[in-house]
């Protein structure tokens, strides 16, 4: 009820929060009732707007979700990563080609 305790010290709703977060009023009752928990980019969101996890979850479901989004972020750079090597790869094969044409 970590979540519930934050609302309350806020003096705000789950409709209220719901709405200032843009997020559906379901979405925020699932997470109250431990149903569903925060996506990585909603988790970015809390903490761009200054909530910590551990103000809405409890510690071990704040841990979790840190090292789930961690992952999440890992992947998405190794992603990233993939992909410009990839461009640069192309980059360069493409200029071998076109001095190669210009050389014949």
């Known amino acids: ?3 519930l305790k934050f609302l309350h010290r806020k003096n705000i ?3 209220e929060f719901a709405d200032k977060m843009e997020y559906s009023r379901t979405l925020i009752q699932a997470w109250v009732k431990g149903r569903a928990f925060p996506s990585y980019d909603k988790i970015l969101k809390l903490i761009q707007e200054g909530i910590a996890l551990n103000e ?3 510690e071990e479901m704040s841990d979790r979700l840190l090292r789930n989004s961690q992952n999440v972020e890992i ?3 190794r992603q990233l990563e993939s ?3 990839s461009n640069a790869m192309k980059l360069l094969e493409a200029r071998v080609a076109d001095l ?3 050389v014949k």
Do not use: H, I, P, S
């Open 75 to 77: 992947e998405r750079e």
């Open 56 to 58: 809405l979850f409890n």
């Open 83 to 85: 992909t410009d090597l």
């Open 13 to 15: 709703t789950q409709a």
């Open 1 to 3: 009820m970590q979540f």
């Open 100 to 102: 190669e044409g210009k």
